[in-house]
T-cell receptor, first 110, second 115 residues
Framework: QKEVEQNSGPLSVPEGAIASLNCTYS??????FFWYRQYSGKSPELIMS????GDKEDGRFTAQLNKASQYVSLLIRDSQPSDSATYLC??????????FGKGTRLSVIA | GAVVSQHPSRVICKSGTSVKIECRSL??????MFWYRQFPKKSLMLMAT?????????EQGVEKDKFLINHASLTLSTLTVTSAHPEDSSFYIC???????????FGPGTRLLVL
């Protein structure tokens, strides 16, 4: 059973701070890793994908992947109240559907 | 990112009727489409995966005769909820990708309410 684990939160951070969201996965041969953001009542939207060990930056977002530790994280710099949402980690192994974590609820306090 | 649309965005129907939801990839060819269901404050639940021109693969516990999926073209997949019941009321979301190794993009979702 492939599993993706996330802390459900809520994770509360003050506006302007760095939010750190973490995710671990069970399938060692996983190849593709994604972070989606889901606002309440809306569908998920893709924030970032990462495939290789290390960091990948896109604007205020940085994804970090450590395959040896089976760990992927998302850092949000200069957090804004509009970043308040549920963040979903998703992992794929080969030609199989994405496996989603249950999501971490982030609350950015103004 | 790529654009995926869904129609309708919201539908209310009577118990026992059937409802069809369309999912379209607007700017890419989606060889694979996925249908999810999400209850309030719950996780996404994958219902089925469909490849263009093939029968859908349903997840365990999802009734294929109740949730009919058709993926007849590279830009369109449909989900028909047959003989809907109030417990089928949920948020149905499709996603599409250009291939198994490609990114999945989600549609905006369809909120179904069965009275």
């Amino acid at each position: 059973q492939k599993e993706v684990e996330q802390n459900s939160g809520p994770l509360s951070v003050p506006e302007g701070a760095i939010a750190s969201l973490n995710c671990t996965y069970s399938d060692r041969v996983s190849q593709s890793f994604f972070w989606y953001r889901q606002y309440s009542g809306k569908s998920p939207e893709l924030i970032m994908s990462i495939y290789s060990n290390g960091d990948k930056e896109d604007g205020r977002f940085t994804a970090q992947l450590n395959k040896a530790s089976q760990y992927v994280s998302l850092l949000i710099r200069d957090s804004q109240p509009s970043d308040s949402a549920t963040y979903l980690c998703a992992v794929r192994s080969g030609n199989t559907p994405l496996v989603f974590g249950k999501g971490t609820r982030l609350s950015v306090i103004a | 990112g790529a654009v995926v649309s869904q129609h309708p965005s919201r539908v209310i129907c009577k118990s026992g009727t059937s409802v069809k939801i369309e999912c379209r990839s607007l700017d890419f060819q989606a060889t694979t489409m996925f249908w999810y269901r999400q209850f309030p404050k719950k996780s996404l639940m994958l219902m089925a995966t469909s490849n263009e021109g093939s029968k859908a693969t349903y997840e365990q516990g999802v009734e294929k005769d109740k949730f009919l999926i058709n993926h007849a073209s590279l830009t369109l997949s449909t989900l028909t909820v047959t003989s809907a019941h109030p417990e089928d009321s949920s948020f149905y979301i499709c996603s599409a990708s250009a291939g198994w190794q490609e990114t999945q993009y989600f549609g905006p979702g369809t909120r179904l309410l069965v009275l």
